[in-house]
């Protein structure tokens, strides 16, 4: 098979980290050569975080190009549109709508875009959005957002649930972990 | 077993398997996780280090004592590290010497795009740069080999991307070498003239003798294109993740020769190479290094003519710049999708609770002139606050203050402060102070003591108390220090008392003698720190003044024409509550 390429992306410190690294036990387990490239620093604080995962027989880049992703994997609203021209002309964004305004917009010098899904499935692309904050509050922590994702991301993977289940086993620390699997859920059945 | 490793880990593994037992670092993105994860093992004795000198001195002292040693760093900290290693150089090992140097090309988290390897080519000390984790791992065990055969400090350098990637690595056991004896021998290791002098040619030998092994070594390696490929044969000479991105944009239709060590370069490997293609493309990101020593072999190369010095190379990069030449076709952008609004950018902002944003909006309101350092607090610069002149590199805001003030007079003494981390002080503001303390400039130094190292990710630093596995240590006393190099005005203030921080800077700044402020609060971000209630606004009292907006918070919006809080990132600190001239910012209860 050709090489797969997954982007996460979203504000930092909103839990990407764990997202990749759930997704990067789930397709080394499935058995195949994995990269995953994370950015760590300056751009953390606040900034906008981007985590690349790219999966196949042989991965040779850490890297994904403008048109190359397969899923964009978002956070915020705003980074899901930043990062769109990173996908390939037929992929697919799964993204949660909640906004997250950056300095610009606080401080009152740029506008946050109106109607992005509507304008970000008018482009072609297939856009899947979600209200994750909802789900992962309802799930028992505003702080599962990204497991809510990763849910939901399991409907373009052809990856059995049981993968998912297993990979989650092995990340997610123990006391949090029937909350996450709820999570998981309600992003899945979302 | 088969694991998925970030390269950083991964070279902590190759500490471990080649029983590395001293660690001695200070952090610098994208090289900290490597003494971060080294720590874990505790077969391997790790520290922080107050600056990347002491440091790699301290991995020398371990080394002439018979173990395995390691330093850590950015490419930066080589600069403040080259000293030591130059010297090093000369006297060789006793133990292994591996050297972690980490470039950031794309400066995703640095003040400069350097490229460490030219410092390799002035010390004479050779350089390993692997390509992916796997490769880091097995070259960190191959560099404590040579370092002992060759009696050289190595240096393998990282990337970010190779640094920040995980990629697949397979583990095995640790090996300790037996620990060899120390033996009292000035003429290796006194470098004095009448010794360094009888060091020097030993030094070229060496360098020649690697060169050979570099000629044959499987660390270089040549990988012919595929059989089936007919047409111009394109030869492409490469290293470190920049081999990843040919392969990915090229596949097996072109030959590759991927160098694995990059000082020093082989010869005959590389004309044997290039005698067997019919163009031949040097890709290297930053310094066109290895097309120069092609270039001086007589060998007629593409490279910085066709490819970037500055920034990170890609695999489109490469099919843009170089189809034209392997396929003879251009490469066009393919189509994508995008949404026709301006995206607002999203810098990186001092997070809510910053106790830097108090002190720094102080600054701004006096108009001071702000000589700045390393660190989160370099954030101070960014819009509303734009409190800051000046950043260039560790510990410059103390020295280049006094610098300033004696050049400017009472003008700019009047109105000019340095601003320095804690860690940063450490690391090298001590020296700058020193300087003010013995040539008396009027200078007013602010310590922003935060507790901690914050932008690389929370390390301890000799003034937190604790060490690297946060246990107690030793503390140095900042005030106590101040007081000791002479300087009579030491005040701490709290960031989040605007009041106190205005009457400290207006009056260190009026007074006729060298100050110090120490602003001091926890880093908001650290487990331990008890925050207050999140604010919140009452709408009734706010006018839509916008004082608020002026500290930058990101927890704070304008939402219909009036303030308002995501208290899911308010943590309480009260700066806004005393900016705001009509009490519109009240205590949320509790949440428990």
Not at chain 1, 99 to 120: F, N, R, S
Not at chain 2, 32 to 54: F, G, L, Q, R, S
Not at chain 2, 102 to 121: K, L, P
Not at chain 2, 483 to 505: N, Q, T, W
Request: negative net charge.
């Amino acid at each position: 098979m050709s090489t797969k390429n997954v982007m996460i992306v979203g504000v930092g410190g909103q839990g990407s980290l764990l997202a990749s690294k759930l997704l990067g036990r789930l397709l080394l387990d499935a058995g195949y050569d994995v990269k995953v490239s994370e950015v760590h620093g300056m751009s953390q604080r606040g900034g906008s975080v981007v985590t690349y995962v790219r999966y196949g027989e042989h991965v040779y880049s850490p890297v994904i190009d403008k048109g190359e992703a397969d899923v964009i994997v978002s956070f915020e609203l705003l980074e899901a549109a930043r990062w769109l021209p990173f996908l390939k002309k037929d992929g697919t964004v799964v993204t949660n709508i909640q906004q997250i305004d950056p300095m610009p917009v606080i401080t009152g010098a740029k506008q946050y875009p109106e109607e992005l899904v509507e304008k970000m499935k008018a482009t072609g692309a297939k856009v899947d959005a979600l209200d994750c904050l909802a789900l992962a509050e309802e799930a028992g922590s505003s702080k599962a957002v990204n497991i809510v994702l990763m849910g939901r991301l399991s409907h373009y993977f052809d990856i059995p649930e049981e993968a998912w289940q297993k990979a989650m086993e092995a990340i997610v620390p123990a006391k949090f972990l029937e909350m996450n699997k709820k999570a998981f859920e309600l992003g899945k059945n979302a | 077993m088969k694991e998925l490793m970030l390269g950083n880990k991964a070279f902590a593994r190759g500490l471990y398997e080649a029983g590395c037992s001293f660690v001695s670092s200070y952090p610098g993105t994208p090289s900290t996780e490597v003494t971060e994860e080294a720590v874990k093992y505790d077969e391997i004795y790790c520290e922080w280090a107050p600056n990347e000198k002491v440091a790699m001195e301290a991995a020398f002292g371990a080394s002439l004592a018979g173990v395995r040693s390691y330093c850590g760093m950015k490419h930066v900290g080589l600069n403040v590290a080259a000293d030591p290693l130059y010297t090093m150089s000369y006297t060789g090992v006793n133990g292994g010497i591996v050297i972690c140097v980490a470039d950031d090309a794309g400066m995703h988290s640095s003040q400069n795009e350097q490229d460490s390897r030219h410092h390799a080519i002035a010390s004479k000390v050779p350089m390993l740069e692997p390509s992916d984790s796997a490769e880091t791992l097995s070259f960190v065990k191959l560099a404590y080999d040579l370092s002992e055969e060759y009696d050289t400090p190595v240096i393998v350098k990282m990337c970010t991307r190779v640094a920040h990637s995980q990629s697949v690595v397979e583990t095995s056991d640790r090996v300790v070498p037996a620990r060899k004896t120390y033996e009292k021998n000035i003429p290796k290791n006194v470098m004095m003239p009448g010794n360094a002098i009888k060091r020097h040619p030993f030094v070229e030998e060496r360098t020649e003798k690697l060169r050979k092994l570099a000629e044959t070594a499987s660390f270089n390696r040549v990988e012919w294109r595929d059989a089936s490929c007919t047409g111009k044969h394109v030869g492409i000479i490469t290293c470190s993740t920049t081999y990843q991105y040919v392969r990915e944009a090229f596949g097996n239709t072109v030959s590759v020769c991927k160098l694995g060590m990059v000082n020093p370069l082989p010869v005959d490997l590389i004309k044997d190479f290039a005698s067997k293609v019919d163009v031949v493309i040097v890709a290297e990101e930053l310094d066109p290094i290895i097309e120069n020593h092609c270039k001086a072999l007589g060998i007629n190369v593409t490279g910085k003519d066709v490819l970037p010095i500055c920034g990170e190379f890609s695999q489109n990069l490469l099919k843009k710049l170089l189809s034209p030449i392997v396929t003879g076709q251009e490469f066009n952008d393919t189509d994508v999708n995008a949404v026709a609004d301006e995206i607002p950018g999203r810098p990186p902002v001092m997070c809510a609770g910053c106790p830097h944003r108090g002190l720094f909006y102080t600054l701004s309101k006096n108009k001071c002139t702000v000589l700045g350092d390393i660190g989160c607090y370099t954030l101070g610069a960014v819009a509303p606050l734009s409190a800051m002149d000046m950043t260039l590199c560790m510990g410059a805001s103390v020295s280049a203050i006094h610098g300033f003030n004696k050049a400017g007079g009472g003008e700019n003494e009047g109105k000019t402060v340095a601003v320095i981390g804690d860690s940063t002080f450490m690391h090298s503001g001590m020296t700058g102070l020193a300087n003010i303390a013995y040539n008396q400039s009027d200078s007013t130094v602010i310590i922003l003591d935060n507790s901690i190292t914050g932008m690389t990710g929370h390390q301890q630093n000799p003034t937190t108390g604790l060490n690297i596995k946060g246990d107690p240590a030793g503390k140095i006393d900042l005030e106590a220090l101040c007081r000791s190099m002479g300087f009579e005005r030491v005040r701490v203030v709290d960031p989040y008392d605007l009041k106190a921080c205005d009457a400290a800077i207006k009056e260190e700044l009026a007074v006729k003698a060298p100050s110090v402020i120490i602003s001091r609060r926890p880093c908001a971000l650290l487990k331990n720190v008890k925050h207050n209630p999140p604010l919140h606004v009452n709408r009734d009292k706010c006018v839509g003044c916008k004082s608020c907006m002026k500290i930058g918070c990101p927890a704070i919006s304008m939402k219909d024409g009036k303030a308002h809080i995501d208290n899911t990132l308010c943590v309480g600190c009260g700066i806004c509550e005393q900016l705001c001239p009509v009490g519109a910012f009240e205590s949320c209860q509790k949440e428990d």
